[in-house]
């Protein structure tokens, strides 16, 4: 049995090598059906060896596509291979916001010592979502003096604070499987070692031998790994030291609040005075929402994972495009990000400027009997506050290069109504038609991504397969072409770099650098005759009524502008009159024969 060439490297189930090896045996000893059956002992082992052969061939195979993060099905190789690709997989974020509280006018009459004292991590709990909010501040307690009436500003983060105390070994590199239960927020950690607080670094290398650091990952197999130093990087906490790891468990996305003046929170947590009574600081205190907290995540899932391991920095800085959107897209905020850079458009001043284009993940404000007609434009865009928070997350994170700058590019909105032509079958009801035509072409324009242009072809292919529908013609129509029409002229904006003579300007935020280059922009406007075909870059519509979509424009199917009648676009959905979204019903209908019935299903089919 020392020759095995019988076997067939296409065949190794193992029924197929069972019956190659029967063939095998058969030609060998032409006694196969007599001494070699199922009762034989030999044929017996055989058969234990075959299913042998077949795990180590399910292993190997196993194995081997485990090696590579595209292929691999595991959650802990996936983490593990990321790991080693100098990703830590984001383990979510906490909401993040901001509160201002003063004493109330019965304050006064009602606090016996001279100051009411509220405890840092504070317990607040808000009355829309149910979620508790932690007071965060870097020292022991909030006070507020009793003669002060003005409102004091204190921000606030989603979730629970927890710790976990181990006991150091002083191994050097010695590390720890931190057990959690729920989300943890990614960065909001801290590490004392003998009630000394440590520092947190990103690797070993970033620490000096007397540095009183920390390493904190995402635990391969949950929870969280911490590691210490070896005493060349990084020191070893003394034998017997007490560490204590602090972590806030979080709720993800679901701590984040919309911006309403109806934001309530209460106090869960009570405050003292200097003589140590407790009190209600619901009775005492007038609290006010300033900044609702936002920019709260779920964990990172495997699918994400495969997908932006490969773009992690791997010196950990934040240098390129594709390492802020390795960064930034963990937080699951965007239903679009880009980020990029200029450095091909002959403008040499804004070559080490990165550039973000970032819309907010709109399906996730939408509420009950709400849609995309029905939600409120400004919830398509980032607001002020929102875009000062990712601000705030880059310049928190400490990997930016000092050499870079980020400017968040505004989307501009260029808005279009939709017009649609339905012949519908007999027997079918026109309100029904239509609410389905607008539920589908709301979950269309809630999901769609592409960001070069939009096809009618993609909206009259799901509009075709709704019962009642024989037909469908669509007509986009574009508010910038309306307008020219109505005004008997476009502008024609005309942009030129030139050298100059190198000027200090200000940037913003007080920043100031030398300009060598100039941007200068023309604009003028262009007469053209009543019905005359308009220039594709002017009205936004390719030759096919498809949209063209500039690199910062957003196309949004909704109201509130003039036609070139003057008349102003509803912003609503209607059957039968001009809309945002507008659905006219050609008649009569169709009448729903046999023939047509089988012509139609066959055509959806297709």
Request: net charge negative; with cysteine; aromatic share 10%.
């Amino acid at each position: 049995m020392a020759n095995l060439t019988f076997l067939q490297k296409t065949r190794i189930q193992a029924s197929e090598l069972l019956d190659d090896t029967k063939t095998y045996m058969g030609r060998l000893y032409s006694r196969l059906g007599e001494v070699f059956t199922p009762a034989s002992p030999f044929f017996q082992i055989i058969t234990v060896l075959t299913e042998l052969s077949e795990l180590i061939f399910f292993y190997i195979e196993d194995s081997t596509v485990e090696q590579n993060i595209i292929t691999a099905q595991q959650p802990e190789s996936i983490y593990g291979l990321a790991r080693l690709a100098g990703h830590d997989a984001f383990r979510g974020s906490s909401a993040i916001g901001e509160i201002r509280v003063r004493l109330n006018t019965s304050a006064n009459s009602e606090i016996a010592g001279d100051a009411i004292n509220i405890s840092a991590n504070s317990v607040i709990k808000s009355n829309g979502n149910g979620l508790e909010y932690i007071l965060r501040t870097n020292n022991d307690q909030f006070r507020i003096e009793k003669s002060n009436f003005n409102y004091i500003r204190i921000p606030i983060i989603q979730g629970s604070q927890e710790s976990q105390t181990v006991t150091a070994t002083g191994e050097a590199l010695q590390s720890f499987n931190i057990n959690t239960k729920g989300y943890t927020d990614h960065y909001a950690t801290r590490v004392s070692v003998n009630g000394e607080l440590w520092s947190r670094h990103e690797t070993l290398y970033d620490m000096m031998p007397d540095t009183k650091g920390y390493l904190i990952k995402t635990g391969i197999s949950g929870g969280l790994d911490l590691y210490f130093g070896n005493g060349s990087f990084g020191m070893i906490p003394p034998a017997g030291s007490s560490i204590v790891i602090e972590y806030i468990v979080h709720g993800g996305e679901a701590g984040n609040l919309i911006d309403s003046k109806d934001i309530t929170f209460k106090f869960q947590s009570e405050g003292s005075d200097s003589s140590g009574q407790s009190y209600d600081l619901n009775k005492i205190l007038e609290l006010e929402c300033t900044l609702a907290p936002k920019m709260g995540a779920y964990p990172e899932t495997i699918k994400t994972t495969k997908l932006i391991a490969p773009l992690a920095s791997k010196s950990f800085v934040l240098a390129t495009p594709d390492n802020y959107e390795y960064f930034l897209s963990r937080y699951g905020l965007f239903s679009y990000l880009d980020a990029y850079n200029t450095t091909d458009d002959g403008y040499l001043d804004d070559d080490n400027v990165i550039y973000l284009f970032m819309l907010p993940n709109a399906k996730k404000k939408l509420t009950k009997n709400k849609d995309y007609f029905s939600l409120d434009v400004n919830e398509f865009f980032f607001s002020s506050d929102e875009k000062n928070g990712i601000l705030g997350l880059l310049e928190n994170s400490g990997q930016q290069m000092v050499t870079t700058e980020v400017q968040i590019v505004e989307p501009i909105a260029k808005y279009y109504r939709m017009d649609i032509k339905i012949r519908y079958f007999e027997g079918y009801s026109k309100t029904n038609i239509f609410t389905d035509i607008r539920s589908k072409v709301s979950d269309y324009l809630m999901n769609i991504t592409r960001r070069d242009r939009l096809p009618k072809s993609d909206l009259i292919a799901i509009i075709e397969g709704i019962d009642g529908v024989d037909s469908v013609n669509i007509r986009f129509v574009s508010e910038t072409e309306e307008t020219a029409r109505k005004n008997g002229y476009y502008t024609s904006t005309t942009t030129t770099v030139t050298p100059s003579t190198p000027t200090l300007e200000t940037i913003g935020n007080g920043k100031q650098k030398f300009v060598f280059f100039k941007r200068n922009t023309t604009t003028a406007n262009v007469n053209f005759a009543p019905g005359a075909p308009l220039p594709e870059s002017v009205i936004g519509l390719d030759s096919f009524g498809d949209i063209i979509l500039g690199k910062q424009e957003v196309a949004m199917f909704r109201g509130g502008w003039k036609d070139q009648t003057g008349i102003v676009v509803p912003d609503d959905a209607r059957a039968g009159e001009m809309a945002a979204l507008s659905v006219y019903f050609d008649e009569p209908p169709v009448q729903n024969t046999i023939y047509s019935t089988i012509q139609t299903q066959n055509r959806k089919k297709m």
